[in-house]
Nanobody, 112 residues
Framework: QVQLVESGGGSVQPGGSLRLSCVAS?????????MAWYRQAPGRQRELVAS???????NIADAVKGRFTIHRDNVKNKVSLQMNRLTPEDTASYYC?????WGQGTQVTVSS
């Protein structure tokens, strides 16, 4: 069974930066999969923010392209989301994902 532990998040002013991290544990076969970050704002559907395959191929949502980057460390089974030039529209709960497994979520609030 894969487990995901997220860290990071918090409150920041518009234009600021935050870094989210997610460490996965489980069988090696389960971990050699695409990992992703999703987010869900109140009243909205959960949406993909960014994903990265085991081989490092990235997919970044248009809404965050050029501001967010995703990185993966296969030795540490860790995926990180670097979020720059944050705006209030980025406020949401952010979730790490692999297969059908979800992290507990971490809140990101962008407000002046």
């Amino acid at each position: 069974q894969v487990q995901l532990v997220e860290s990071g998040g918090g409150s920041v002013q518009p234009g600021g930066s935050l870094r989210l991290s997610c460490v996965a544990s489980g069988s090696p076969n389960s971990l050699m999969r695409t990992m992703a970050w999703y987010r869900q704002a109140p009243g909205r559907q959960r949406e993909l923010v960014a994903s990265i395959t085991w081989g490092g191929t990235r997919n970044i949502a248009d809404a965050v392209k050029g501001r967010f980057t995703i990185h993966r460390d296969n030795v540490k089974n860790k995926v990180s989301l670097q979020m720059n030039r944050l705006t209030p529209e980025d406020t949401a709960s952010y979730y790490c994902n692999i297969l059908d497994i979800w992290g507990q979520g971490t809140q990101v609030t962008v407000s002046s």
